[in-house]
């Protein structure tokens, strides 16, 4: 099959051209480029509005191997990471452009499959395909997708907003993607220890004073004192860990709800909790306390740290490819913000709060035994593709 039959195979009949115009596109996949009218697009967006544009690459043996995602999970995912910058500006997701650079060990039908989870993703979120690019690579499939969005004009909800004296919150789990990959490398066969690599506390964090790493006792103790789930529940553990890596639900509903209500600053994670935190800490000039007792421990994630003597806490902070969305909200507008989430059956965890500088990321952690509080400070780290 050359390109262009290729570029058919993959794309052909997949969105009706109504379903792509309710989206504003004028010209869709087939010319030099895409043309797309963003005012008349039904986003739900009334009054004057702003586009919002975001950019993301997944590359084999980096983002993904074929012993972590199946096809159809690397477009999916490729595209919902997209979603999720998207929403982390209280944005609406609107069109996508696909840029394939495509291994000769991907036949046709694999890259179809790819399509097939990519589209999966764009139907659920909204998202009219409108064009990309296709070459030929070496060796290893990488995958690229710009996406556009909408926002009411001048509303798009930066890192930099975050005032002293607000609430931090999550609008979902975190740590779960992270046990996933893990799970997944250790499944196939003594990769565990080698994908977690990254999730290793670096030497001399200990001696800093940093978030314990897994061989320290205290939180896992805990945990580990709780009643273990039986064999069908693991099951289901297994597979929220396995869903949450492959195919992440990015907050696009909170993040409109959150931009409605008012949240001064909002941030996606891709790469951790610790680092998403400091990034809004430094751009808005303040301190971020999360507290340790808040930080929402999913079952599942607890359960595979029990079974793996891992912390899940270093999954929760460190780990990344979560999509959930870290923001600031004044304390005087928790209370609505919390029953709007309720009332739609959203999660939203509130899980410290912004002081005035000096800038940083601190964890407070309560002593079991004395109810004594200290601060920890949380390491700038994250996944870091130079690191
Ligand atoms: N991987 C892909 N997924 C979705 N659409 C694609 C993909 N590759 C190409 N397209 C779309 O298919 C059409 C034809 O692509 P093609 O690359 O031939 O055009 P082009 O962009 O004019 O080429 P050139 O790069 O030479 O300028 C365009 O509308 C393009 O956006
Ligand atoms: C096989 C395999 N090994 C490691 C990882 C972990 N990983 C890769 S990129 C990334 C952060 C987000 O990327 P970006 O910053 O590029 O958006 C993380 C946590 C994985 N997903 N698959
Ligand atoms: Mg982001």
Known sequence: MDEFASITHWTGRRQSAEWQRARGVLLGIGDDAAAVDITGASDGILG??????????MVENVHFSSETMRDEDVGYKALAANVSDIAAMGGVPLHALVSVAVPKSYGPERMRRLYDGLYECAERYGVAVIGGDTTSSPDRLVISVTLTGTVEAG????????KPGEGVFLTGAVGLSAAGLHLLLAEAGGGGAAGSAK????AGDVEAGHVMPHAEAGYLELIQGQEQDGERETGQSRAALVAAHQRPSPSVRAGRLLLEHGCSSLNDVSDGVASEAWEIAEASGLRLVLRESSLPLNDALKEYGVDASLNPQEWMLYGGEDYVLLGTIAKDKLEEVRDVFREEGLPFFEIGETLEGPVGVELVRESAQSGDERNIPVAKRGYNHFG
């Open 48 to 57: 004057a509005k702003h586009m919002v544009l975001a950019v993301d690459t």
């Open 199 to 202: 999730q290793r506390l670096q």
């Open 155 to 162: 509303r798009e909800v930066r890192r930099s907003g975050a």
